[in-house]
Structures are given as structure tokens and as C-alpha cells.
């Protein structure tokens, strides 16, 4: 029978939900504490686009649970509106501010969980105080902003930022029918994916009729009454009705910068295997730390709610007498844009690039399905990997569901280092409503066969 300890974790969504349910699973003599400076804890983050859309009806649908059914069902105690000021690593506690009653107090732990995850980069043109710009990052966000469509008479909205979730707030946007205008820093679409894709991705906006601007130091807006009313593009005045900040995300790591931890050359926390941080009696999980890249093997920073989940059971295992570990991980990650689905795994051309490592690539653009069928679309498909040893480094796909299959199988070559040229030997199955005669991985097996 493990010993009775007090662990407190600071953060409630996927990584401190799933690291506090897991730590009392593993020690039920242990007496486990959230808190939580929001309203809402385990709340969904992939699916705020389509709650943004009305795919996913009520905001509250993606609220998995409240604090009662919480303590119900894992028997872990939460406080919502509890935001965790300071750690004092030499007494061992936290000083917590209730943001309902803003009486600070102290709290004691022996294990301490950071779970802060991360937070939306800035865009210096826009002050906190104007009302009508908001991120795309949680519940009350997308509150927020179903508030500001409500209230839209242009039906014009401003999208800052076209990666991931830029690209799935536009495509929510004109769902709804807004004009949108999408400003990106770069000069093409999606500047984090390779420059077939990004090429792609802007023949798709185009086709939706999506207002891309590029360089958006060009780009000016005009405030009125604490609101963005206007932006100003090559001389031209738009009106809009409101602003969405989708610009990134960075570690949200105030409190480890407090109590001096170790942080990463991204702005994470270190950890170990173990997910302990430079004090022992701390772990960190989920977007505020940095991990071990499983290709370089060096730190590395994937804000993922996969992922945070997975180092949430770790470090509550470990917080509670337990003895997991983290392997270094693989980058896999995926996204709709309009009738089209991108995934990609491993490194990118550009993140090869930057760290020097040589590589050789194909690509290949087929029908997803056999001509004949009516449904059958073009697929793209595109394979980093080492020229003399084979091994696979990244590979990017565009076309329908199919994609996010080949991702997972690339991602499976590259963890057992099995070489590109074996997708000429794997038995892809075959029926034509769901796949091709010649599956796209094998032709690209057979292109970097060629390669001498």
C-alpha cells in the first residue's frame, strides 16, 4: 500500500486532467488537487473550429467534465476560477488566488504537477483592451467570438495567421458566410509545411474565395471605441466586423520562471524520461515542456493534446510512487482545410534544412481511388528520407481520409527504422470504393528505390 501524499496539479485540460485521474488511480491514499484558473477543466481544443462553425452545436459539448462529475468519477477535488500564483520549492506550496473571491492562500503539497500548457503568441498591433479580437484557444474564446458573429453586419471577419488552426477558423468563417480575410507573415499559405503544400493549400483559398494577404507587416488597421473596424491593404479600406488571433503558441511558463526551473531553448520546461523537472518533487506535462524528438533525439516542443495526455498518465504515475517513462516521440499531426485533409509526420524540409541534415525526397500526386469511381480525387504525397541509409525523415500528404492512414504507417517505419524502399514490399489491401490498385506509398517506394 503506497503512503498518503498530498499532489497538487496546476492546470485542468488534457495533460492536468489526465495526470491528476492517474495519480490517484495509481495511489488511492493520496489526496490530489486541481486547480484551475478558468471556468472549465478537460475541455476539447481540436474541436473549437467546429463549434465555431455550428458542426458541434453547443460550446458546453466539448466540456468532458465539471468539477462535481470530476470528483464523482476520478475523486480528485478541482477549483475553477483558482489561479496558482507562486511556488515556493522550499517550504513545499503554492500560493492560490481565488479569481472569484481574490483571497489569496497557501496550499502544501509533496508532489507538484505543472500542467499550465501553452499560451497565444501576440499580435503587437492589437492591445488587450479592444473588444472585439480574440484567440481561438478555449471555451470562453469561442464563446466570445459565436458573440461577435451574432452581433456582425458586414459579415466580414479577419483572420490572423494561417497555420493549423488559422486555416480551420477561415474555413469555420465561410461556412458561416463571411468574407474572410486571412493575413499571414510569410508569403505563402501555411508557411510551416513544405512549399508543395503551402502551393496546394493557396489553390484551395483561392477556389473559397479566402482573401489572402500576404506579409502582414503591409497590412494596417484603424480602431474606433476599443474595436478593430478597419484594415488597409495595398491602399484599399475594408471594413470589418472583428479579429481572430490565430498566430501560434508558445509554453505558458510564468510559474517554472518563478521557481527557477530549468527551461528549454523554446521556452519549456525541462524534464527527464520520468517528466521531473530540475526539482524533483516538480513534474511538468503537456504544452509547457519541451521532448525529446525521436528523430534528431534532441528537445523538442509539440503543443499536441495527444501527446499532453500521454505525458499527463506519466507524470501522475510517476508524481505517485510509480516508475513510467516517456520515449522520445514522433510528430504527427493533422488537419482539415475545406474538402481536403493534410497530415504530416517526422521532420519537414524546412526543419531539415535548418538542422543541416541531408535527405533526398519524392513526391507523387495519384488518384486516391481507382479512376473509374466517381468519388476518386488526386492525392498528394510527398517522402523525406536518407539517401544512403533509406531511412525515412518526414512525409506530407494532401487529398481525402486516406491521408491520415498514411501518416500513421509512415510514422510506424520511421519508429522501426525500416527503410522507404519497404513500401514497395508492404501488401496494401485493394477494394475500389476505398482505395487504389497501386497504392501512393508504394509508388513512392518505388521512386526512392530509383534513387542512386
Known amino acids: 500500500m503506497k503512503p498518503e501524499q498530498t499532489i497538487v496539479v496546476v492546470g485542468g485540460n488534457a495533460a492536468g486532467a489526465a495526470a491528476a485521474a492517474k495519480a490517484k488511480r495509481i495511489n488511492p491514499n493520496a489526496k490530489v488537487i486541481i486547480f484551475e484558473q478558468s471556468n472549465y477543466i478537460s475541455t476539447g481544443t481540436c474541436e473549437l473550429p467546429y463549434v465555431l462553425s455550428g458542426e458541434i452545436e453547443n460550446p458546453l459539448d466539448i466540456v468532458f467534465f465539471d468539477e462535481q462529475k470530476f470528483y464523482q468519477e476520478k475523486n480528485v477535488k478541482v477549483y475553477t476560477k483558482h489561479q496558482v500564483e507562486k511556488i515556493n520549492v522550499h517550504t513545499k506550496s503554492v500560493l492560490v488566488l481565488s479569481l472569484k473571491e481574490l483571497k489569496p492562500f497557501e496550499f502544501n503539497y509533496d508532489k507538484l504537477i505543472l500542467a499550465t500548457g501553452a499560451k497565444v503568441k501576440r499580435v503587437p498591433q492589437f492591445s488587450s483592451e479592444l473588444t472585439n479580437v480574440s484567440p481561438l484557444k478555449s471555451v470562453e474564446d469561442v464563446i466570445r467570438i459565436k458573440k461577435f458573429i451574432s452581433e456582425a453586419k458586414q459579415k466580414r471577419a479577419c483572420v490572423i ?115 521531473q523537472t530540475s526539482q524533483k518533487d516538480i513534474y511538468a506535462c503537456g504544452d509547457c515542456i519541451e521532448i525529446k524528438n525521436f528523430i534528431t533525439r534532441s528537445d523538442d516542443y509539440f503543443p499536441l493534446a495527444t501527446l499532453a495526455q500521454r505525458q499527463g498518465h506519466i507524470a501522475g504515475e510517476n508524481a505517485a510512487f510509480g516508475n513510467a517513462f516517456l520515449q522520445p516521440v514522433i510528430k504527427n499531426i493533422s488537419v482539415k482545410i475545406f474538402n481536403s485533409y493534410f497530415a504530416q509526420v517526422g521532420l519537414s524540409e524546412q526543419e531539415l534544412q535548418n538542422k543541416n541534415i541531408p535527405y533526398s525526397s519524392v513526391v507523387e500526386a495519384v488518384p486516391n481511388l481507382v479512376k473509374v469511381m466517381k468519388e476518386s480525387i488526386t492525392v498528394f504525397g510527398k517522402i523525406l528520407f536518407d539517401r544512403s541509409s533509406k531511412k525515412i525523415l518526414g512525409a506530407s500528404f494532401l487529398g481525402g481520409k486516406e491521408v491520415s492512414g498514411y501518416a500513421d504507417l509512415i510514422s510506424t517505419y520511421i519508429k522501426n527504422n525500416i527503410p522507404v524502399t519497404q513500401l514497395t514490399q508492404t501488401e496494401y489491401n485493394y477494394t475500389p470504393p476505398l482505395s487504389p490498385f497501386i497504392n501512393l506509398l508504394s509508388v513512392l517506394g518505388r521512386k526512392a528505390e530509383s534513387l542512386k
Open 161 to 275: 495567421g494561417s497555420g493549423y488552426i488559422g486555416l480551420e477558423t477561415a474555413e469555420a468563417l465561410n461556412k458561416l458566410g463571411f468574407e474572410v480575410y486571412l493575413i499571414e507573415q510569410a508569403s505563402e499559405p501555411f508557411p510551416s509545411a513544405d512549399k508543395e503544400i503551402r502551393q496546394l493549400v493557396k489553390k484551395i483559398l483561392d477556389e473559397k474565395k479566402i482573401n489572402f494577404l500576404e506579409n502582414a507587416e503591409n497590412v494596417k488597421y484603424r480602431f474606433n471605441n476599443s474595436k478593430v473596424v478597419e484594415l488597409v491593404s495595398e491602399g484599399r479600406s475594408i471594413e470589418i466586423d472583428f479579429v481572430i488571433t490565430c498566430a501560434g503558441f508558445s509554453p505558458n511558463n510564468s510559474l517554472a520562471f518563478q521557481a527557477k526551473l530549468d527551461i528549454g531553448k523554446f521556452g519549456g520546461i525541462k524534464v527527464n524520461n520520468k517528466l
